[in-house]
């Protein structure tokens, strides 16, 4: 059947915006619909990672994230008496980053802006407004959407509707929910005055009233105040309460401009479903975490690059329907990750009680002098540990950090240099590994085979240099002599001669192709 786009996308925030712009770069025609007229003016999230400005780089916006935001230099945690309970250093480049500062503190109506232009360039995505849908049916071969009173036909639909996701009620998704949500208020304003704060970002762990005190980016700062016991909703959201929650901050109507205040519910959960057949969900459709860990968005903007390849693979017909799988798969053993870690960073801010706060204080404290002290959790660089991952050689599921290389063309991060889509990279020629059946199918699915070789060493076509040193040493430390890089930057498998190479390769070739591919590090099948 013909159908009026390739893919329909729901929903036309961050999520949508680049789910979309990925498959249309790919020469999808991707439609998307949007239920408001106009975008929505204020900042929800405020704070992405490193990973999630590698895949927005992928979107072709790489040249233009500094007009979004800034990044960030520290995160605190005190004491109400002001005392440093945990300290996250935010500021540098660390070992096996993704290229990009490791924390940036953004506006999000400036990136949405930045993703529309980059979305207006494409002459096969096209974006209908004021659209809302009612009804998501799958067919045999196709979708049907009813929006705004048409109907719309497509091969797939990705509902990045949001937490009240219609994409989601069509396809019967029951949620699996936690139980750890709070009320809070939210203030978003800019000084009139620029003002240094330090530290830049922190949350008052004070049990008389848990606060939030954040940058916004781009000037925007941001104040929250959770809702007490006893205090109703209605009182809390007045503004004369929330500049007189401000006033002890220094914030007042003379020297600051409230752009909104409002109460907001955070809450954390997953869908137990996030396919059905040709329709699959992302972003806050699919979970929701507490604000804490800063990770809301960038938990969306990885459903976005997982979920992208795959849909392209399968749509080219280079992969199997099933494929698909693996992105939930995937997606879910990161989330419980992430939102595990917000729920603990957020018992510590919403702690009420002032014994159990003292308690807290005083361990905290304890740990915070240690130099001994186990450190917090990873936030960046998660390796996946179950899914489309090889069973040949070490290293599989691990993310691939990006330096910067040099290559014919010039000196870039390597993702510039070197092209991305799969990449097969190796410290050796690539035909000593690779027989022609293998190259061909590396070929057919857009592999790069790219050769890395010392800093300052000559490069030739396909050849880069090491010059931050990452890939050699990565490499080596996998016992490898090449890698399968998958394009969402995470490790396949690698390889550590010619005979496992080809078994690399054709463990790739079953697992886009088999209705099986799946693979748990943990032991044991999925």
Not at 201 to 220: F, K, M, W, Y
Not at 285 to 306: E, V, Y
Not at 394 to 421: E, I, L, S
Request: hydrophobic share 40%; proline share 7%.
């Amino acid at each position: 059947m013909t159908t009026d786009c390739d893919v329909l996308v729901v929903g036309w925030g961050p999520v949508g915006q680049l789910t979309a712009t990925l498959l249309a770069q790919q020469g999808w025609r991707v439609t998307v619909l949007e239920r408001y007229e106009r975008p929505y003016p204020f900042p929800r999230a405020v704070h992405f990672d490193g990973e999630t400005a590698r895949y927005l780089a992928a979107a072709g916006i790489g040249d233009r994230l500094h007009e979004v935001g800034d990044p960030a230099v520290d995160y605190e945690f005190h004491t109400a008496d002001g005392r440093v309970l945990m300290r996250l250093e935010l500021a540098g480049d660390p070992p096996g980053s993704a290229g990009w500062p490791r924390s940036v503190v953004f506006h999000q109506p400036a990136l949405e802006r930045v993703l529309q232009e980059r979305a207006e360039r494409l002459p096969n995505l096209r974006l209908l407004r004021g659209v809302e849908v009612t009804d998501c049916v799958e067919r045999d071969d196709h979708v049907e959407v009813t929006a705004g009173g048409r109907r719309l036909t497509a091969s797939w639909v990705v509902g990045c509707d949001g937490a009240n996701s219609a994409v989601r009620r069509a396809i019967g998704s029951t949620v699996t929910g936690l139980g750890f949500f709070y009320d809070w208020l939210l203030c978003d304003l800019v000084l009139k005055e620029p003002r240094e704060f330090r530290p830049n970002n922190l949350q008052i762990c004070d049990p008389a009233r848990p606060t939030t005190v954040v940058s916004g980016g781009l000037e925007h700062r941001r104040w929250e105040f959770m809702r007490l016991p006893g205090e109703s909703i209605e009182e809390l959201n007045r503004p004369e309460t929330a500049w007189r929650l401000l006033e002890p901050h220094g914030i007042t109507p003379d020297n600051a401009t409230m752009h909104r205040h409002s109460v907001y519910t955070f809450s954390a959960q997953w869908v137990d479903q996030w396919r059905r057949g040709r329709i699959l969900l992302a972003g806050d459709a699919a979970h929701l975490m507490p604000p804490f860990a800063g990770q809301g968005m960038c938990a969306g903007i990885r459903d976005a690059a997982n979920l992208t390849w795959k849909l392209d693979l399968v749509l080219r017909g280079r992969g199997a329907p099933a494929l698909l799988d693996s992105y939930a798969v995937e997606r879910t053993g990161h989330l419980r990750h992430f939102i595990g870690y917000a729920i603990e960073l957020g018992k510590m801010v919403c702690e009420l009680d002032p014994a159990a706060a003292a308690v807290r204080d005083t361990m905290l404290l304890a740990r915070a002098a240690d130099p001994e002290a186990e450190e917090p959790p990873q936030l960046s660089g998660v390796p996946l540990t179950e899914g489309l991952l090889s069973g040949a050689g070490p290293g599989a599921g691990a993310y691939m950090p990006q330096g910067r290389v040099t290559g014919t063309a010039g000196t870039g991060r390597f993702d510039d240099v070197a092209g991305r889509g799969f990449v097969f990279l190796t410290d050796q020629d690539p035909a000593a590994l690779l027989d022609d059946a293998d190259r061909e199918f590396l070929a057919d699915i857009g592999t790069r085979l790219v050769r890395v070789v010392p800093a300052g060493a000559p490069v030739g076509e396909g050849e880069v240099a090491d010059d931050d040193g990452v890939y050699l040493p990565f490499l080596a430390e996998s016992s490898a002599v090449a890698l399968v890089v998958r394009p969402d930057f995470y490790v396949f498998g690698s390889a550590a001669d010619r005979v496992t190479a080809a078994e690399l390769v054709g463990d790739l070739r079953r697992g886009l192709l088999s209705v099986t591919p799946q693979r748990s590090l943990s032991g044991g099948p999925v």
